[in-house]
């Protein structure tokens, strides 16, 4: 879902006047972490 966000952005942007960007479609890439949270894991 994200990626395709990004890329309809980049659609209504194509000359990269209001995200300026150096190609018209940039690499893509995300990450996603989920950690636990603090106390519940080893010490």
Request: glycine share 10%; no cysteine; proline share 12%.
């Given at each position: ?14 000359d ?15 990450v ?7 106390g519940?894991?080893?010490?």
């Amino acid at each position: 879902m994200l990626l395709h966000r990004t890329r309809a952005a980049e659609r209504s942007d194509p000359d990269g006047e209001r995200w300026p960007r150096a190609k018209r479609h940039d690499d893509a890439t995300a990450v996603y972490l989920l950690t636990p949270p603090a106390g519940s894991g080893p010490g």
